[in-house]
């Protein structure tokens, strides 16, 4: 089962329930929204996609099936600029 985490050579600020990124090599900031920077804060250690929504899904009362595809849908976004690793 694959596992994920922040790369630790990321830039980012949690502000109240939002993270903010700064991604230094593409002079980029990006601001999360409240769920994104749920899933975003619970990669700090590696982990998998089903424990993240498993969270996410009893936080918020939505299927876990549901959930696990819009995690998906993030951490591939994130894997592709590097803010993401995998093992």
């Given at each position: 089962m694959?596992?994920?985490?922040?790369?630790?050579?990321?830039v980012?600020?949690?502000?109240?329930?939002?993270?903010?990124?700064?991604?230094?090599?593409?002079?980029?900031v990006?601001?999360?929204?409240?769920?994104a920077s749920?899933?975003f804060?619970?990669?700090?250690?590696?982990?998998?996609?089903?424990k993240?929504?498993?969270?996410?899904?009893?936080?918020?009362d939505?299927s876990?099936?549901e959930?696990?595809r819009?995690v998906?849908?993030?951490v591939?976004?994130?894997?592709?600029?590097g803010?993401?690793?995998?093992?």
């Open positions: 694959k596992k994920y985490k922040i790369n630790s050579k990321l980012y600020k949690q502000v109240s329930d939002q993270v903010i990124i700064l991604d230094e090599e593409r002079a980029e990006r601001e999360l929204n409240d769920v749920l899933i804060l619970n990669m700090i250690s590696w982990t998998t996609l089903e993240i929504s498993e969270k996410i899904s009893k936080e918020y939505v876990q099936k959930v696990l819009d998906n849908e993030f591939t976004m994130y894997i592709d600029k803010y993401i690793l995998t093992k």
